[in-house]
């Protein structure tokens, strides 16, 4: 970046509430709160400066966003979260960015937005849209999503599985954990017979179960084809998930938790996972997430991106990353649908089970702080 820029940052807070409650195993999410950044460079004046109606700039100082949504669990508290965005806001103004980074680099939330907002300024500059800035790689067109479904009743995940399917999903995630492994089995066999063979159906057991269930759901899943179980152990359990993979029963075991608790090396030398789910929010930014993909892929691992159910700030971010990660199988990522309310206009859309990756430059979201 230049050395004459000046670079100041603003935040604001935001509440979202989503449109029903995702009941998890580890939890019911019924509301995201956090902090919506704005980078502002003013010593960057391209064109003559103007500002346009509301407050959103036309032709003016080029303008980066980012979003700190935390979760509890997965990153810092929502206090932690806004005294490190206070922090990086100083450190910005009489350090520089690498300063400010520094200051937060343990509140993975307020790094997530600050790296967030710097990368979408500084591809907003290069007239590059954000996941060619990133990964310097290929031209995407879009990148294959799941649908998340939460951990209800058999009606309610049959329905709702449907539906998904109906709207063009070929892969469904259902959150799993919350009832006996005997009920979680009966749910899973009641949407296979519903949305037949051709759908990828995978579950997330957010650390439910003992070995024993987890051993038992493997064998239910095989027949059922189920393709990915995610997370069946307590994060601990690096041998246990290492175990279950050994029992070789054709079902993908994936860590989520288990990334947070003891990274890429330890996972892979225990041979804990054939897959790795990757939240940018949890890790700190899209830029570390990226890196730990790349690791991952060299290490045999395949990389998979979800949202922590993000702003579309956050979110559209995710979508970016995911672009930026070659071959990325479905991820989970059509998670603004959960909202009841979002930020502002989605850029991405969604179809036919794929997410559309915005090609316009930087992270291509635009009206999120002018419309409130
Ligand atoms: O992966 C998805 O489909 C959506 C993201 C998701 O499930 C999730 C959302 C918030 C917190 C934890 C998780 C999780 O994957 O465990
Ligand atoms: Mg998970």
Excluded at 15 to 28: F, K, R, V, W
Aim: hydrophobic share 40%; aromatic share 4%; proline share 5%.
């Amino acid at each position: 970046m230049s050395s004459t820029e000046d670079l100041s940052l603003e935040y604001r807070s935001f509440s979202l509430d989503l449109a029903e409650p995702l009941e998890t195993a580890d939890g019911t999410i019924d509301s995201r709160d956090g902090f919506l950044v704005r980078l502002v460079d003013e010593s960057d004046d391209v064109g003559d400066g103007v500002v346009g109606v509301g407050d959103e700039p036309t032709a003016g100082p080029a303008v980066g966003y980012g979003e700190a949504t935390p979760l509890q669990g997965w990153t810092e508290s929502l206090d932690a979260c806004e005294r490190a965005l206070e922090r990086a806001r100083d450190a910005l103004q009489t350090d520089g960015p690498i300063e400010a980074l520094e200051t937060v680099d343990r509140q993975v939330a307020a790094r997530h937005a600050l790296a967030l907002a710097l990368a979408d300024l500084q591809a907003t500059r290069e007239s590059t849209p954000l996941y060619r800035y990133l990964g310097q790689g290929p031209m995407v067109g879009r990148v294959p999503v799941n649908a998340t479904i939460s951990d209800g009743t058999p009606a309610e995940t049959v329905r709702k599985a449907r539906e998904a399917v109906d709207r063009g999903f070929d892969c469904c995630k259902l959150k799993v954990g919350i009832r006996s492994v005997e009920a979680d089995i009966e749910r899973v066999r009641r949407v296979r017979e519903a949305v037949g063979s051709s759908v990828e159906l995978r579950a997330d057991a957010n650390e439910a179960w003992t070995y024993e269930e987890a051993e038992s759901a493997l064998e239910a899943f095989t027949d059922l084809g189920v393709s990915i179980l995610e997370q069946p152990l307590p994060a601990g359990a690096l041998e246990g998930h290492a175990d279950l993979r050994e029992l070789n029963s054709g079902v993908s075991i994936a860590l989520d938790e288990g990334l947070l608790e003891h990274g890429v090396d330890s996972i892979c030398e225990a041979d804990a996972a054939d897959v790795v789910v990757l939240k940018p929010m949890a890790l700190g930014g899209i830029d570390v997430a990226r890196k730990v993909a790349a690791w991952l892929t060299e290490l045999d691992v395949t990389p998979l991106v979800t949202t922590t159910i993000d702003g579309v700030v956050a979110r559209t971010g995710a979508v970016h990353l995911a672009a930026a990660i070659p071959d990325v199988p479905a991820c989970g990522l059509a998670t603004g649908e959960l909202l009841a309310a979002d930020l502002g206009r989605d850029p991405v859309l969604l179809e036919k089970g794929s997410a559309v990756v915005p090609q316009a430059k930087g992270l291509g979201v635009s009206d999120v702080w002018s419309e409130r």
